[in-house]
């Protein structure tokens, strides 16, 4: 069963846009990842939030995370054409049970 | 550094054939990851090891599918007899320390099971 869901499932925006992704879950977590996939550099890891922590900030990203509504969001701001790809969140309980969510495609337009 | 290698790239197989995929993770990572990624989804956690032992295989199904990571390196997983809705992307990943880090993913093997 899946953990973390995101929403939306598809965005476009404009170039210089600002993208919010949404991710919720259902039980208690140690920490929530962001990874991003597309068709050049396959998954990659973008960004880890710890269950003690609400923000963390890494360049143009910006994710916070509420555990008493188990939901994160990613904001990517003043978005480009390389921008476009799937997001997924993941989870995972103390090193384990190591969950994906379906992903949000994310179309920036020039 | 070198990052997370897979092969082969693709595989095409026929049903009830066996297909066998290879990873290295990256040096010195302590834990590795087999995930299935089927079209438009996220990717599904097959098996999980920390070094040579097995941490999390609750959604490996074990009647078809093994894996082993023998010396706690480079890894094999297996698939014997497969089925149509075994075509997918096996993506391998590793990580430095125990699960929950940040996890480094390999480029993966694309399976196709006529």
């Known amino acids: 069963s899946q953990q973390g869901e995101e929403d939306p499932q598809a965005l476009s925006i404009q170039e210089g846009e600002n993208a919010t992704m949404n991710c919720s879950y259902k039980?208690?977590?140690?920490?929530l990842q962001w990874y991003r996939q597309n068709s050049g550099r396959g998954l990659v890891h973008l960004i880890l939030i710890r269950s003690n922590e609400r923000e963390k900030h890494s360049g143009r990203l910006r994710v916070t995370l509420d555990t008493s509504k188990k939901s994160s969001s990613l904001l990517i701001t003043a978005s480009r054409a390389a921008d476009t790809a799937s997001y997924f969140c993941a989870t995972d309980n103390y090193g384990q049970n190591f969950v994906f969510g379906p992903g949000t495609r994310l179309s920036v337009l020039p | 550094e070198a990052g997370v290698a897979q092969s082969p790239r693709y595989k095409i197989i026929e049903k009830r054939q066996s297909v066998a995929f290879w990873c290295n993770p990256i040096?010195?990572?302590?834990?590795l990851y087999w995930y299935q990624q089927i079209l438009g989804q996220g990717p599904k956690l097959l098996i999980q090891f920390q070094n040579n032992g097995v941490v999390d295989d609750s959604q490996l199904p074990k009647d078809r599918f093994s894996a082993e990571r023998l010396k706690g390196v480079d890894s094999t997983l297996k698939i014997q007899p497969a089925k149509l809705e075994d075509s997918a992307v096996y993506l391998c990943?590793?990580?430095?320390?125990?699960?929950?880090?940040?996890?480094?993913f390999g480029p993966g093997t694309r399976l196709t099971v006529l």
């Open positions: 039980t208690s977590i140690n920490n």
């Open positions: 990943a590793s990580s430095l320390l125990a699960g929950g880090e940040e996890q480094f």
């Open positions: 040096s010195g990572h302590a834990t």
